[in-house]
Nanobody, 115 residues
Framework: QVQLVDSGGGLVPAGGSLRLSCTAS????????MGWYRQAPGKQRELVAT???????NYADSVKGRFTISRDYHSDTVYLQMNSLKPEDTAVYYC?????????WGQGTQVTVSS
């Protein structure tokens, strides 16, 4: 069992920046993917960005060039640097870990971008 603790959300004006963090409760071995998803009110949860244990990244088209995902492998922490935020980025952001056939989720952190 792995717990994910995500944090870093908040209220920012359009054009601003935030950095989200997510730390796993124990060391993650072998093949795995960590990432971020988001869910806006009335919408389905959608992928934002993922990063594998070997550093391969994947981004939603809507955030390419604005968001950057990274990992600290020593602390099993994944980050999401979000720049040039837009009101449509407003959502609850969830950390995600796919590991040994299981999927784990963080509790979510609210990001609100004001226009």
């Amino acid at each position: 069992q792995v717990q994910l603790v995500d944090s870093g959300g908040g209220l920012v004006p359009a054009g601003g920046s935030l950095r989200l963090s997510c730390t796993a409760s124990r060391t993650i071995f072998s093949i795995n993917t960590m990432g971020w998803y988001r869910q806006a009110p009335g919408k389905q949860r959608e992928l934002v960005a993922t990063i594998t244990n070997v550093g391969s990244t994947n981004y939603a088209d809507s955030v390419k060039g604005r968001f950057t995902i990274s990992r600290d492998y020593h602390s099993d922490t994944v980050y999401l640097q979000m720049n040039s935020l837009k009101p449509e980025d407003t959502a609850v952001y969830y950390c995600n870990l796919a590991y040994r056939g299981f999927t784990y989720w963080g509790q979510g952190t609210q990001v609100t971008v004001s226009s």
